[in-house]
């Protein structure tokens, strides 16, 4: 399943409909819709509702067709490092992240999901796009990084090397992670 939130031309759409079975992004008639979250002053806010457009498709689409979930970040790849066994067998998986005054704060370059958290992972992604949207405290600057399982932090996993890598933003930079 590909998820953009900036609106894909036919020509697009063909050549990633080739590629992969779903393909979620704004038509003619929800690009106000999906423009209003990219433009959103809290990234976390355009990102929570992707997720969130996701989950929607796959409940409906393909669950429970699946055991595990992955999400990726667009401009990332899986490298040499990925292990798949460090994903199996646990509700979440991530990597912790140590740039944040959080607990529970995780990368979200990548993570996983198990059939299992499925419901109450999107409970917690509302529940974080609720608050992602606020601008007045105590919600404002919530990110989806250390908001992403407010009430289930204690489901996550932490595992030190995701196996990605790519450019980060706005730098360029190549990151493996």
């Known amino acids: ?37 990219k433009d959103h002053a809290n990234k976390s806010h355009g990102e929570t509702f992707l997720i969130l457009q996701a989950l929607n498709a796959l409940k409906t689409l393909q669950y429970p067709a699946y055991d595990l979930f992955f999400k990726l970040s667009g401009r990332y790849k899986i490298n040499s490092d990925f292990k798949i066994e460090n994903y199996v067998n646990n509700l979440f998986v991530a990597k912790k992240h140590y740039g944040f005054d959080s607990s529970s704060a995780i990368y979200t370059t990548l993570f996983s999901f198990s059939k299992d958290f499925f419901d109450l992972f999107w409970l917690n992604i509302l529940w974080s796009f609720s608050v992602t949207t606020n601008y007045l405290p ?30 980060i933003g706005p730098s360029g930079t190549l990151e493996t992670s």
């Not at 919530?142 to 450019?167: A, W």
Request: net charge neutral.
């Open 1 to 37: 399943m590909f998820v953009e939130i900036s609106y894909l031309t036919s020509k697009h759409k063909e050549i990633l409909t080739k590629k992969c079975e779903h393909v979620i992004s704004p038509d003619q008639r929800s690009v106000r819709i999906f423009d209003h979250f």
């Open 138 to 167: 105590p919600y404002k600057g919530y990110s989806l990084e250390t908001n992403i399982l407010p009430h289930s932090s204690k489901d996550i996993t932490f595992i030190d090397t995701l196996g990605v890598e790519g450019k």
